[in-house]
């Protein structure tokens, strides 16, 4: 299955004087399971591209020009977990994209609710509210016969001030026409190599 789609998120962070700041970005997705991904987030403090074609991840920070690869083969889910266990990077909303989504998310939940219809970007939908060790979430899923995702609230009660994470996905295309050439990279003019980590650093210092 391949699908894009559009998603806006906000990342709050807490400052040492206690301040909740939001940062907020917009990207594209194209996902072809079980192992295909490409992914963009533009925004004040980010323009980086992700690709990965079942084999070699690459990370491009288009501000700078430059890029980083690092071979693991495997699946988009080994691919996300890679990210957020071993290198710290953490792309919002990417438990949707597991294959047992379901089952990923509800592993440990306490306590779930449905609250009721709420209405995102002029698309009714179901509200529904979840509680987990350290983490509340809510998720609207669109009624009727096209149950998808159109926005996700992550609440991190574990964390001081529980900072929030805000995703909103439009722009569903479940059967599009794409190739598979639109999973891999091409390194663009004047494009250099650089360590991993320097990619999601703004001035790629």
Partial sequence: MVWPMVNDSSVEVITPTLEKI????????????????????????????LVFDGKTATLLGKNINAFAQFDTPGSVDQLVDL????????????????????????????????????????????????????????IWIESGSSPLPRRLAVTF?????????????????????????CFVFRKPAGGHEIPFRSVMRPNGR
């Fill in 83 to 138: 990210l957020r266990n071993q290198l710290s990077v953490e792309l919002p909303g990417t438990d949707l994209l597991n294959a047992n989504a379901y089952d990923a998310l509800m592993s440990d939940v306490i306590d779930a609710k449905h609250m009721g219809q709420g209405v995102i970007d002029g698309v009714d939908c179901e509200h529904l509210a979840f509680r987990s060790p350290g983490v509340n979430w809510e």
């Fill in 22 to 49: 939001q940062f907020a970005s917009s990207g594209q997705m194209l996902l072809s399971r079980p192992d295909k991904l490409r992914a963009t987030r533009t925004g004040g403090y980010a323009d980086i591209e």
């Fill in 157 to 181: 009660t574990d964390k001081p001030n529980f900072p929030r994470t805000l995703v909103e996905f439009s722009s569903w295309n479940l059967h599009p026409w794409l190739g598979q050439s």
